[in-house]
């Protein structure tokens, strides 16, 4: 889903995404970073560790400036979670895929479903549950039941860094499916990106099959 180059900040490799190839990826998980993130995952080594493993943008002038003093860094373009968020929904467009929306305020929430649905013609859900700061949420199974009987195209996940990080670091080994077989019972391959639980609107979103 990315390419080369990748520009380490810190420990944290950065580098670009294909909204194309992320469609069409079977699983896989994009964290946009910004310089806050970078600063505490020096200071977070498990932090530090999750946002190794997964794809990693650049979400930030701050850390877009970083990043071009690097060599090859101005080959890897700024790209936030809302942005992704922009271009991946207006992929969905008319083909039927749905969407689930996990994070915010209940009022929020709502609002973004509304927005979604509004602007991209989808079909959308949305859950707010409590998320504790090392990213486990309240009745986790019955978070995860209601993941499972939605089956969505598309999961959007915003509990703030870290703790949605934390969460789908966790939880993406349940939804992850291997040989075509969701492991334990979760019947659904999602690609997630991550973004800032601020924006009201659109916060984050992957795609799941």
């Known amino acids: 889903m990315t390419t080369d180059p990748k520009i380490a900040i810190g420990r944290v490799p950065l580098g670009k995404v294909d909204v194309d190839k992320l469609l069409s990826d079977d699983f896989a998980v994009v964290m946009p970073v910004n310089s806050v993130m ?13 946002l190794g493993k997964y794809h990693t943008t650049v979400d930030g002038q701050v850390l877009k400036w970083l990043v071009n003093t690097k060599e090859g860094g101005r080959l890897i373009p700024k790209t936030s979670g809302s942005s992704l968020v922009f271009d991946l929904l207006s992929r969905l467009q008319g083909t039927g895929r749905t969407v689930m929306l996990i994070g915010g305020s209940k009022t929020n929430n709502a ?18 549950p409590m998320v504790s700061a090392s990213g486990v949420a309240d009745d986790e199974d019955a978070l995860l039941e209601s993941i499972a009987q939605a089956r969505p195209d598309v999961l959007l996940v915003a509990f703030g860094a870290p703790k949605q990080e934390f969460w789908i670091d966790r939880v993406g080994k349940v939804l992850r499916a291997v040989d075509g077989q969701a492991v334990e019972h979760v019947p659904v391959q999602p690609v997630v990106v991550v973004q800032k639980a601020r924006d009201a609107h659109f916060v984050a979103v992957g795609h799941g099959c």
């Open 38 to 50: 970078i600063v505490n995952a020096s200071k977070d080594a498990r932090f530090c560790e999750i």
């Open 111 to 128: 609002l973004a479903c509304a927005r979604i649905s509004e602007s991209y013609g989808v079909d959308v859900q949305g859950l707010s």
